[in-house]
């Protein structure tokens, strides 16, 4: 499977992108479907799940702001990230899982989102 990132770009703080995940092949194969991002310096970090059952799951520094949707008839994932703060500059990354959310079996190419002040 193949993941690829979109909608990325650069903002000032206090507005909003989507961004979109497209797969290549069904996502509904898998039991999660997240965004990760890394910033410069930092590890890599869960940002948002969705998981197979309509529960989804937030970084708790992003909760309120951001809000991931998929649709398994496109098969393609989104993160709608609102209320953008500088320090949610980084790149993000797409990631599908086939049992734990953690454990990631696909990675996209990831996708530049930068917040000015």
């Known amino acids: 499977v193949q993941l690829v990132e979109s909608g990325g770009g650069l903002v000032q703080a206090g507005g909003s992108l989507r961004l979109s995940c497209a797969a290549s092949g069904s996502i509904s194969s898998f039991n999660a479907m997240s965004w990760y991002r890394q910033a410069p310096g930092k590890q890599r970090e869960l940002v948002a799940g969705a998981i197979n059952g309509g529960k989804t799951l937030y970084a708790d520094s992003v909760k309120g702001r951001f809000t991931v949707s998929k649709d398994n008839a496109k098969n393609t994932v989104y993160l709608q990230m609102n209320s953008l703060k500088p320090k949610d500059t980084a790149i993000y990354y797409c990631?599908?899982?086939?049992?734990?959310?953690?454990?990631?079996?696909?990675w996209g190419q990831g996708t530049q989102v930068t917040v000015s002040s």
């Open positions: 990631a599908a899982a086939k049992i734990l959310i953690n454990r990631v079996d696909y």
